[in-house]
């Protein structure tokens, strides 16, 4: 499996409008754009940082994975995302290494990206996602 940089970094968020102030008006991040993912119940919005971005996860139900997490942990980061070079061959690899995944295959995410995650009980409590563009 090659690893080729922290894609993302996904934070989960009650409101993207609130939640973008901070990071246009405090760090003067560009906001790049939204996109909801009817499919994963989330609207997302994205801010470049050199090579990688910001993700913030907007909940659009309430029993999507975003609002589970905000009702147990609150608002903060969600998940660490690594963009690998073949995401089929990368899934292949961590399951014959015995780590357990979410995603035995990829799914479409947000920007067209294939994304699978990785169960934070295989990670040392973090949520890892894999992706590929």
């Not at 009817?38 to 801010?47: D, G, H, I, M, N």
């Not at 014959?96 to 295959?105: N, W």
């Amino acid at each position: 499996m090659k690893v080729l940089k922290i894609d993302h970094l996904g934070i989960a968020v009650k409101s993207i409008d609130e939640g973008k102030k901070f990071w246009t008006d405090v760090l003067g991040l560009e906001f790049e754009g939204s996109e909801t993912v009817e499919s994963q119940k989330v609207t997302t919005a994205f801010f470049p940082v050199g090579e990688s971005e910001v993700e913030l996860l907007e909940s659009t139900a309430p029993d999507g994975p975003i609002a589970k997490y905000l009702e147990k942990k609150g608002e903060g980061i969600q998940h660490v995302a690594f963009r690998v070079e073949n995401i089929e061959a990368a899934l292949s690899e961590l399951k014959e290494k015995g780590v357990r995944l979410i995603d035995e295959k990829p799914r479409v995410g947000a920007g067209g990206a294939k994304i699978a995650f990785l169960h934070p009980k295989a990670t040392h409590g973090v949520l890892v996602e894999l992706c590929e563009k």
